[in-house]
């Protein structure tokens, strides 16, 4: 016979057990956010932000539920200013909040300096940044939201020397290592197959005078000009080209031209085309009812990856009641090994090595003032 003491001690060990277990996982889970909110490229991060927010406030609205316990979900958002210090900075600041996971960094020279940081204390980064040495610095943390460059390379060369019906081509970058990068993986797409390339120049990521260019490219015969220059270069660089009689070129830019300024400025060219890896949330089946909810809770429409952003945060969220844990660890063992449905682009799937596995490169056209899809895909 056990005594009934006995009993009672083991009865209370035993409540006390299902207490700790409770207790693993908190009342408030904290998510955050690093991305550019001031500066030039604030509109894209808080863009971001507001992506997160929504899915935020819609699972606690629903009841957001982990391992049984009801959670309420918070964000804790700071400016990385688009800044590779900066960003150093504000993921030291997310990890000493208790982040169960980070949805950051825009830039790729920010994701990849703060990377490191977040390895460390074993937080899962969902980055929107597409340079491919974001995944390259064998941390078991960096996750990619969309394609990564070599994928964007491979369209903006294939697209241009199979789908563009031209003779002689120019290769032009703005030298910076994203763009040159990016020109000299296209370069070398176009070159493999068998088309010519005329012109290969290097200027800066500010030249809106193209007089010394233009000249150049006449007397090549050029009539494709593929380029990592931004909007308002190539804005001003098709005014020039037509001005000089090119009506014949057509333009194949990277995702720095697809931006809601440049098809206004198409005219007196024959075409301008744009690669992009983050495809418009139109394109997507659920797409029309995102677009609904985002307009009415922030009274316009999203300006750039704020869907992938609302997606990030359902799969965590997914990843969350899997693993049946709040713990960053628990949770980014399962973030690597999810097929979560995503709400919006359907599917949202890490590789081992963090890079996504339904990643596709759209390209789009200039038509009418607005950006016309055309084609897209994960092969190239």
Not at 105 to 121: K, M, T
Not at 280 to 292: I, M, W
Not at 338 to 355: S, Y
């Amino acid at each position: 016979m056990i005594p009934i003491r006995s009993l009672l001690l083991c009865a209370c060990a035993a409540a006390a057990l299902v207490l700790v277990g409770c207790s693993r996982v908190p009342d408030t889970v904290r998510i955050g956010v690093a991305q550019p909110m001031s500066g030039p490229l604030g509109p894209l991060g808080t863009d971001m932000k507001n992506g997160v927010q929504l899915a935020v406030d819609e699972l606690n609205a629903r009841g957001f539920k982990v391992d049984g316990k009801a959670v309420k979900l918070e964000i804790v958002a700071v400016d990385d200013k688009a800044d590779s210090k900066t960003g150093e900075a504000v993921a030291k600041t997310l990890v000493d909040a208790g982040v169960v996971a980070v949805v950051g960094h825009l830039n790729s020279g920010v994701s990849i300096a703060a990377a490191p940081i977040y390895a460390q204390a074993g937080i899962a980064q969902l980055a929107i940044s597409t340079k491919p040495e974001y995944t390259q610095l064998n941390l078991p943390t960096t996750l990619r939201l969309v394609a990564n460059d070599a994928l964007q390379s491979k369209a903006l060369g294939s697209y241009a020397a199979t789908q563009i019906d031209g003779r002689k081509f120019a290769v032009v970058d703005d030298s910076t290592p994203y763009g040159k990068g990016l020109a000299d993986l296209a370069a070398a797409e176009i070159k493999k197959n068998g088309k010519d390339i005329a012109v290969r120049a290097s200027l800066d990521d500010k030249t809106t005078d193209f007089s010394k260019l233009v000249p150049q490219l006449k007397a090549a015969g050029a009539d494709v000009f593929v380029t990592t220059l931004a909007d308002f270069q190539v804005a001003a660089l098709i005014q020039q080209l037509a001005a000089a009689g090119m009506s014949e070129m057509q333009i194949v830019g990277g995702d720095t031209i697809k931006t809601d300024k440049l098809p206004a400025a198409v005219t007196g060219i024959r075409a301008v085309y744009a690669t992009s890896p983050i495809i418009e949330t139109r394109e997507f089946v659920a797409g029309p009812q995102f677009l609904a909810r985002f307009q009415q809770k922030f009274k316009g429409d999203p300006v750039y990856g704020a869907h992938y952003a609302y997606d990030a945060v359902h799969v965590l969220a997914a990843a969350m009641q899997r693993s049946r844990s709040a713990d960053p660890g628990k949770v980014l063992v399962e973030l690597k090994r999810i097929d979560a449905l995503a709400p919006v682009t359907h599917n949202m799937r890490f590789r081992g090595d963090g890079e996504q596995h339904y990643g596709v490169v759209s390209v789009y056209r200039a038509r009418g003032g607005k950006w016309e899809p055309v084609t897209r895909s994960d092969t190239w």
